[in-house]
């Protein structure tokens, strides 16, 4: 139930949707939780490798030293490499892939899901058409084409995740512009004169944001998890070190030393949690309805 | 009603369809004809409302006269102005002549803007401070302090939502105001000092309305004239004291029974007439009169030919078989 406050003043401050969706979020202590750590991966991905090490192929030591041995926190790869180096370079080419591919996914699914939701007709038709032979393709398998057909470099790599995971920010995206586009507001804009585009990017758009926001916050992660998924196969850029690499490239050895794998996969673990978290905590602060509550 | 020359707006035999799904890709197109044939004019400074069910295509009619769904036939005047031949670029500068009151106060608002950037949207591009200027004279026009102009509009009430809609409204001085049952969402306490507050501004500033709304007791406190529609067409259209003093179309009959009065011994001096039944579908009208299968007094000739909107030799205009030429209602 609503408490109802006798003691709010009659003009409350002029507080903006904004702040109000920044005090939902800190009520909730697993998303500030996970906010926190994931400030931090990004902070060790920042700094880490000027610190601490600036060549993660460099053989340091000899092969699978355990962690702690030898004054390696995290211990030596097949070929004596540094994990702890590993994950830190790792971190930036997962992050970077991660937001650069949610980023591109957001772009596609935004622009066709908008227009499909705004204009309707024929033009929905052929884009929601468009839309669903996207969804049916099996995600993995299309982008290890596009890899194995352009190359297993970081652009090929990130635009092939962002090319499979549009689908879902297209189908939100369209869902609430049908929705919004009918309510009285959109029409009072129109009858004061704005044009089709500043409907669109004006006027529906920011009030379209809230799921589209949650949707990329989660597909960061999944798009982490599908680097991963491509580099384990070793069809990532051999060049970049990322977490995936370092289990691929360790997997034959997951038996003697376990360490050099799991490590890496408590890195990508942890942070994908991290971000639905923080996701998840977006979701309900920018949920209208639960913010009732 | 009005004569042409005076008149601010004059809309003739305005017809509006929506296409219907087809039964096959080769299947004749079918339309709903949800107005149809619909022709009146308001003088600058009066009201005109439009009454009717639900679905009688009021709220289309509106809509249409502002051009923001097409009508495929018929003619819109706003003065020298043919709005539904102009084009693109002219329609997007001559939007700003007609504004709307919309029904729903919570849903005509665009949540991320504050109030004065919601009342300052239709207005042409200009100055800060010029603009300052005239929001804060809207918001004092409508009864809303200055310092509410920071707010969103989630946190206004109801009534004070829709103050913020009429600002609007009236911030390009528009030629026209269509309101679309402007407080049929409020509470009946609230309903009447939206309505006074329309009113007050229709007197000081010379407002033009087009009030469409599904409620006599709310219209009989506004209007100058009324048309009443039903399933697209007007059935009876005339001044506001003839129309409640002596209303002749069986429809309007019904639609007056339905206002409801405190004095239990004053119903106009006549029984209440309650309808049976819906209307007709409007995707597949009756070929007579369309209120014929819901009319008491209906008869054969009813059902065969349409009635057309005749002038009366009072100047009341009726679409009624049963109705004679000196005003007698069929039901006495």
């Known amino acids: 139930m609503a408490e109802v406050k006798l003691d709010a003043p009659a003009v409350e401050a002029a507080s903006g949707p904004l702040r109000e969706v920044a005090r939902m979020f800190l009520k909730n202590h697993a998303a500030v939780g996970a906010l926190a750590v994931l400030l931090l991966i990004v902070a060790a991905a920042v700094i880490g490798p000027p610190l601490y090490s600036d060549d993660p192929y460099e053989m340091v030591w000899a092969p699978f030293s355990p962690p702690g041995a030898d004054g390696f926190l995290l211990g030596t790869d097949y070929l004596g490499r540094d994990i702890l180096a590993g994950l830190f370079y790792g971190a930036r080419v997962s992050l970077a892939i991660g937001l650069s591919a949610a980023l591109m996914s957001v772009g596609i699914g935004v622009t066709i899901g908008a227009s499909a939701g705004f204009y309707r007709g024929w033009v929905e038709e052929v884009l929601m058409r468009f839309t669903e032979f996207f969804q049916v393709l099996p995600t993995l398998l299309f982008s290890m084409v596009i890899v194995a057909l352009f190359g297993a470099s970081l652009q090929v790599v990130t635009i092939a995740i962002g090319v499979v995971s549009w689908t879902a920010v297209a189908r939100i995206t369209r869902a609430e512009f049908l929705r919004i586009r009918e309510l009285e507001y959109v029409m009072a804009s129109r009858a004061s004169g704005a044009g089709n585009l500043k409907l669109i990017t004006a006027v529906i758009l920011p009030n379209a944001l809230p799921p589209i926001i949650v949707q990329a916050a989660l597909m960061v992660g999944s798009a982490i998890l599908f680097e991963a998924g491509l580099s384990f196969l070793g069809l990532s850029d051999p060049n970049v070190m990322s977490w995936g690499q370092i289990i691929g490239s360790n997997r034959p050895y997951i038996l003697d030393a376990s360490f050099t794998v799991t490590i890496p996969g408590m890195a990508i673990f942890v942070t994908v949690l991290a971000i639905s978290l923080v996701g998840d905590g977006l979701n309900d602060a920018l949920n209208p309805k639960l913010r009732q509550r | ?332």
């Not at chain 2, 087809?22 to 409302?49: E, H, M, N, W």
């Not at chain 2, 009021?58 to 249409?64: E, F, R, S």
């Not at chain 2, 269509?178 to 009447?192: F, G, M, N, R, W």
């Open chain 2, 1 to 332: 009603m009005t004569s042409r020359e005076e008149a601010l707006l004059t809309v003739r035999d305005l017809r509006v369809r929506f296409p219907l799904k087809a039964a096959s890709l080769f299947a004749p197109k079918r339309y709903l004809y949800a107005v149809d044939g619909v022709s009146f004019s308001i003088a600058r400074g009066q009201t005109l409302a439009i009454v009717g069910e639900s679905g009688s295509g009021k709220t289309t009619t509106a809509l249409a006269v502002a051009r923001l769904i097409d009508a495929y036939a018929g003619s819109v005047n706003l003065q020298e102005l043919d709005v539904l031949g102009l084009d693109r670029e002219a329609l997007r500068a001559a939007r700003r002549r007609f504004q709307f009151i919309f029904q729903d106060p919570y849903s005509s608002l665009n949540p991320r803007l504050r109030a004065a950037d919601i009342v300052a949207e239709p207005l042409p591009p200009m100055a800060a401070d010029a603009r300052q200027r005239i929001v804060d004279d809207l918001f004092e026009a409508v009864g809303l302090r200055p310092e509410q102009q920071r707010l969103f509009p989630h946190q206004f009430s109801g009534g004070q939502r829709q103050r913020i809609g009429i600002a609007r409204a009236m911030a390009p001085q528009p030629d026209l105001i269509i309101c679309d049952e402007p407080v049929s969402a409020l509470d009946v306490a609230v309903q009447a000092q939206v309505l006074n507050l329309l009113r007050d501004l229709q007197s000081g500033r010379g407002l033009t309305y087009l009030f469409i709304s599904h409620d006599l007791g709310v219209v009989q406190h506004m209007c100058d004239q009324i048309a009443v529609m039903y399933l697209g067409k007007i059935v009876e259209y005339a001044d506001r004291l003839s129309l409640f003093q002596n209303p002749l179309h069986p429809y309007t009959r019904a639609l007056l029974s339905a206002v409801p009065r405190v004095d239990p011994t004053v119903r106009g001096g006549d029984r209440r007439l309650l309808l049976q039944g819906d209307p007709p579908d409007p995707a597949n009208p009756p070929r007579g009169c369309r209120f014929a299968a819901r009319c008491p007094v209906a008869e054969t000739r009813c059902h065969q030919e349409p009635p057309a909107l005749r002038t009366l030799r009072n100047k009341q205009q009726v679409a009624c078989h049963l109705v004679t030429e000196d005003a007698v209602s069929p039901l006495g």
